[in-house]
């Protein structure tokens, strides 16, 4: 793989962020929860012990090239393939990307570790702030997020409170609907009685479009999504995120020529691998990710399954493009 893709990818299409420049500062799966809904997976490492666990001044020259580059992002976005705040150097990263971009800086959070005073110092450097929060008792959390044992619902809400009460930047607080587990009456009323505490800027509601850590997890439809949004929507703004506007697509029937890649065709194929290695995406994602004709993307996605790096699998009608 290319050097300069080791921690950062895209620019990708974010529903939430416009064009987002992801920043990957943790190992693989590396995680406080072990979310049914996660599209990376199982987490192999579950902890709440935050490491130092990668250089800073090795992803900010990765950063100035791609900026040197004309690489150009509506929001700068520590996340990637784990929980952020894990890094122990969350600060220095933030304070890095500052000095050297005027591009907004958002988090990416599961919030498990905002209960700590250093974790809610660091978080506070960034321009927004996207925590989650999938339940608002200790049966749903424990269904639908498998925390750690050291974390618990109720100091998962403590913690964002807190955050709150010092944090004057934009608190976006993601709530991931799966039907059957948090999406009774009782559920959803419990996760308002806990948005109505942290007193987020705004709510945004997400559910299963892409594959899951477990399967069966069932996505909401649209009229779904919009009445549980009304419900919330009472002490903030609440919005549905999900797109449902994917179509199905595949490579079945295209000319996806592996002829030998030329330089700069190679480059967009290491790039769209490490992409990959973030999250599935579809044929759709891909195009508006990397600026590609459908033809294009399909020949790369076409060399890099005769390589044995992807494969494919179907959610609701749609293909999605996955690293092995």
Known sequence: MAEEEKYLFGPVPSRRLGLSLGVDIVPFKTCSLDCVYCQLGRTTEK??????????KTVLDELKERLAQGMKADFITISGSGEPTL??????????????????????????LLYREDVRADCAKADVVMPSLDAGDTQTFEKVNRPHGDISIERLISGLCAFRKDYTGLIWLEVFLVEGLNTTADAVEKIKDAVEKIRPDKVQL???????????????????????????GQSCEVEVVTDFSQRPGGIENADHGVSELHFGQNHKVE???????????????????????RNEALKYLGHLQNRGDIDTEQRDGVLFFKAN
């Open 87 to 112: 890094n122990s150097r969350l600060a220095e990263f933030i304070d890095g990307i500052k000095k050297i971009t005027n591009i907004p800086l958002a988090i990416l959070t599961n919030g498990t």
């Open 271 to 293: 790039t769209l691998l490490s992409m990959l290695k973030r999250r599935p995406c579809s044929l759709k994602d891909i195009c508006a990710s990397l600026n590609l004709h």
């Open 206 to 232: 997400n559910t299963a479009v892409r594959p899951t850590a477990e399967s069966g997890i069932k996505k909401l439809d649209a009229e779904r999504m919009q009445t549980i949004a009304a419900r919330l």
């Open 47 to 56: 902890t709440v012990e935050r490491r130092d666990y990668l250089p800073v």
